[in-house]
């Protein structure tokens, strides 16, 4: 279960009652996520326990040499499966191991990836209500055991489009915390009105938090290079450049280093915590605004002012959410170091899958489980 924009320290707010019994009955802790923090990227991670430069969807928004360009709200590329067969989500290698997966929304899963698809699934509709998507999952857990998934994902979106218009802690945001969480209390009593509470190991996990903005706290590209001179990938609390053809030289000399309130790099010169740069979707030009500041150009300016994230993944608001919760679950674990890497590995030992070789690592979430 993904609950995008949920900030680790959302769970401290009084708010959310089933979520904050589901980690004092489980394990749970604060988790780093990937850089980028941005969703796309991290959706992928958590689902094949790879980076984003080495599963290849680095950013949001970004450029393949063959394919084109690629961003979030863009069916055809979205559902391309090229954009995401440089690694292996967890439903595929369940699928390929005879399992049956159902995906109620997840970034990857309209595409048939390397070949396959999950069993169920659903082209995202972010329309449809946080409730609704539950009674889709206990739809699939009413079917016969041979169809019913063994697998199932469930993602929510409302808390990140909420931090993102209002702030993380304004008042929509905390209305949308607890829709959200009454919505998971919706599927913790429908598995126990099917008798499969007992059977079912719930992993709730976020893709990244949010961080406060403002109108005043805005990085003009403009007032620094020529914007002539740029092609803007994607921008915000973390901006993709490649500079124009031949004025490379330019752009460099403007924007690599530091500058007030954010740091610029060549791909290959970005910092090795963030695990970024070899992957050839990568721009050349990475540029990581402090916390709370955001990149714009007066062409493509910020429209949404009330919260972002992309930030540096070590920043304790880019921090997110996990808890885990189920038969063979430690109870009142709280675990420590965890990285968004290290979900992956997890699922595959509860699903008694050897999955492929990823960054994460296995001890990380090894308090969580009774042996």
Not at 89 to 116: C, D, H, N, Q, Y
Not at 142 to 166: C, K, Q
Not at 204 to 233: F, Y
Request: aromatic share 6%.
């Amino acid at each position: 279960i993904s609950i995008d924009g949920f900030r680790w320290d959302y769970l401290q707010g009084g708010v959310t009652p089933t979520l904050s019994a589901l980690a004092a009955e489980g394990a749970s802790g604060p988790m780093r996520p990937s850089f980028p923090s941005v969703t796309f990227p991290n959706h992928y991670t958590l689902v094949t326990g790879k980076h984003p430069d080495h599963h290849g969807i680095v950013s949001n928004a970004m450029v393949d040499a063959e394919l084109g360009r690629f961003a979030l709200g863009v069916p055809e590329a979205v559902t391309d499966r090229r954009w995401w067969d440089q690694a292996e989500p967890i439903w595929v290698t369940a699928e390929k191991a005879g399992l049956v997966t159902g995906t109620m929304f997840w970034p990857g899963s309209e595409a048939a990836i390397r070949g396959v698809r999950p069993t169920w699934w659903t082209r995202f509709d972010q329309s449809l209500p946080g409730d609704a998507r539950v009674d889709q999952v206990l739809a699939w857990l009413d079917l016969p055991p041979t169809e019913r998934p063994d697998l199932a994902t469930l993602y929510f979106d409302i808390v990140d489009t909420a931090g993102h218009e209002n702030g993380p802690d304004a008042p929509g945001t905390v209305e949308a915390l607890a829709s959200v969480d009454a919505s998971i209390a919706r599927l913790v009593a429908g598995l126990k009105a099917r008798g499969l509470d007992d059977d079912t190991v719930l992993v709730i996990v976020s893709d990244h938090g949010m961080a406060a903005t403002s109108p005043e706290r805005v990085i003009q590209l403009d007032d620094l290079v020529d914007p002539e001179a740029l092609q803007i990938v994607y921008t915000g609390a973390v901006t993709f450049l490649d500079p124009a053809p031949g004025r490379e030289a330019e752009v460099e000399a403007a924007l690599v280093g530091h500058h007030p309130h954010a740091e610029c790099w060549r791909k290959a010169d970005v910092p090795a915590r963030f695990v970024l740069g070899s992957n050839p979707r990568v721009a050349a030009i990475v540029c990581s605004p402090e916390v709370g500041w955001l990149i714009a150009t007066r062409a493509r300016p910020v429209t949404r002012s009330g919260g972002a994230h992309g930030y540096d993944n070590a920043a304790p608001e880019m921090t997110a959410l996990f808890i885990v919760h189920g038969p063979g679950v430690a109870r009142g674990v709280r675990l420590g170091e965890l990285d968004s890497v290290d979900v992956h590995p997890l699922l595959g030992r509860l699903l008694g899958l050897a999955v492929p070789s990823g960054d994460g690592r296995a001890g990380d979430t090894a308090a969580a489980l009774i042996d």
